[in-house]
């Protein structure tokens, strides 16, 4: 059973490029988060997506938009890309409802040069 | 107010000792209280998690201790091995959605 799939491992981007990462959850689950690690920190939610929905979101910028797909799948957006946006972004998957049993991805290990 | 801090930012144990994380939160909403190991390269996973209706909870070689009117848990590894050696994040949530962390601890477990 596959866990939570996080493409690509990682990325280098420009300044004020755009950026898509993508999120396949666990099977069985049907919400996905978006949190960004910065090096040495926790990590920070940017939102959370249920029903193709956006449900919360945290203290980012509308820079920061994602997507949710009827097979429960995620896409992570960033426009205008800036050299603090540098970290790791990570996907988590869960049960609608279930406050337990959050599953993280890999993540994806994003670079703006 | 929805911060969670933890402390230390890093620890150093010898093999079988046992290592204490701890945060501290402000918010008395939070009603969930998971702590997450990570490994370089890889995302968290959930160790072990509690309530506020228990002061303590066991797992294995893990321990959590709750004090609800201090607003603070903490983490104990018993007979640490090597290879507990990661980053720890303690987290807590209010609302089934979103998880704040700690600034993570971490904890390198020598032979």
């Known amino acids: 059973d596959a866990g939570v799939t996080q493409s690509p491992t990682h990325l280098i981007k420009t300044r004020g490029q755009q950026v898509t990462l993508r999120c396949s959850p666990k099977s069985g689950h049907d919400t996905v988060s978006w949190y960004q690690q910065a090096l040495g920190q926790g990590p920070q939610f940017i939102f959370q997506y249920y029903e193709e929905e956006e449900r919360q979101r945290g203290n980012f910028p509308d820079r920061f938009s994602g997507h949710q797909f009827p097979n429960y799948s995620s896409e992570l957006n960033v426009n205008a890309l800036l050299l603090g946006d540098s970290a790791l972004y990570l996907c988590?998957?869960?049960?609608?409802?279930?406050?337990?049993?959050?599953?993280f991805g890999s993540g994806t290990r994003l670079t703006v040069v | 107010q929805q911060q969670v801090k933890q402390s230390p930012q890093s620890l150093i144990v010898q093999k079988g000792g046992i290592p204490i994380i701890n945060c501290a939160y402000e918010?008395?909403?939070?009603?969930?209280f998971p702590w997450y190991q990570q490994f370089p390269g890889k995302g968290p996973a959930l160790l072990i998690a509690i309530r506020p209706d228990v002061s303590e909870k066991k797992e294995g070689r893990f321990t959590i201790s709750f004090n609800k009117s201090a607003k603070q848990f903490s983490l104990h590894i018993m007979d640490s091995q090597p290879g507990d050696s990661a980053t720890y994040f303690c987290?807590?949530?209010?609302?089934?959605?979103?998880?704040?962390f700690g600034e993570g601890t971490q904890l390198t477990v020598n032979p």
């Open positions: 987290a807590a949530n209010s609302d089934g959605s979103r998880l704040t």
């Open positions: 988590a998957s869960g049960l609608a409802g279930v406050r337990y049993g959050y599953t």
């Open positions: 918010n008395t909403a939070f009603d969930y």
